[in-house]
């Protein structure tokens, strides 16, 4: 079967950095996306990863592994307004995207 | 700058009752997709469209129908309710997704069943 894994949450300080792990396994590979929701909103688009190796946008920064199964998202200088649920995408061979639970963030003061 | 826009955002049912949940675009995307989000689990996809008239199963279709009818248009139908079906549903569109165009989800609509 295909399954995506995060942690259910983290919580971490303003202003520190804080690394969200997700692993996959799915039939094919086609990208890994991931989102940004807030709580009673849609999810919105953080980043994709095709390739092996880091992408940088900003504070956000997204790493990938595809021989291990593994991405992580990365947030810098965390804000209080980065507190929030980060959705791991994996889109498969059919080009669907199958999403892990979500992570909750939880930053304090 | 709609790009995707649900109605109703709110709706409490009786079961056995239907309704339609409406979705449109701005965007003139090909792809569209209805999932639904329950507490602990990832979004599943319900139904999808790869282009106008067209619609296909996604991995949880059973209890619900769909609709597009319009390219900028894609419907989801509740035929008869269940309290299983209590959940969040999001409506999202995208270009295509054999490469790294992302799709865009509207605000959600909220489905209570009772």
């Known amino acids: 079967g295909q399954n995506i894994d995060q942690p259910t949450e983290m919580t971490a300080t303003e202003g520190a950095i804080v690394q969200i792990n997700c692993t996959y396994q799915?039939?094919?590979?086609?990208?890994l996306f991931w989102y940004q929701q807030h709580a009673g909103e849609a999810p919105t688009f953080l980043s994709y990863?095709?390739l092996d190796g880091l992408e940088e946008k900003g504070r956000f920064s997204s790493f990938l592994s595809r021989s291990k199964g593994y991405s992580y998202l990365l947030l810098k200088e965390l804000q209080m307004k980065d507190s929030a649920s980060y959705l791991c995408a994996v889109m498969d061979s059919n080009y669907q995207l199958i999403w892990g639970a979500g992570t909750k963030l939880i930053i304090k003061p | 700058n709609a790009g995707v826009t649900q109605t109703p955002k709110f709706r409490v049912l009786k079961t056995g009752q239907s309704m339609t949940l409406l979705c449109a675009q701005d965007m003139n995307h090909e792809y569209m997709y209805w999932y639904r989000q329950d507490p602990g689990m990832g979004l599943r996809l319900i139904h999808y469209s790869v282009g106008e008239g067209t619609t296909a199963k996604g991995e949880v279709p059973d209890g619900y129908n769909v609709s597009r009818l319009k390219k900028q248009n894609f419907l989801l139908g509740l035929e008869s309710a269940a309290p299983s079906q209590t959940s969040v549903y999001f409506c999202?569109?995208?270009?295509?997704?054999?490469?790294?165009?992302?799709?865009?989800f509207g605000d959600g609509t909220r489905l209570s069943i009772l």
């Open positions: 990863n095709v």
């Open positions: 999202a569109s995208s270009k295509n997704p054999d490469s790294n165009q992302p799709q865009h």
């Open positions: 799915t039939s094919g590979f086609n990208g």
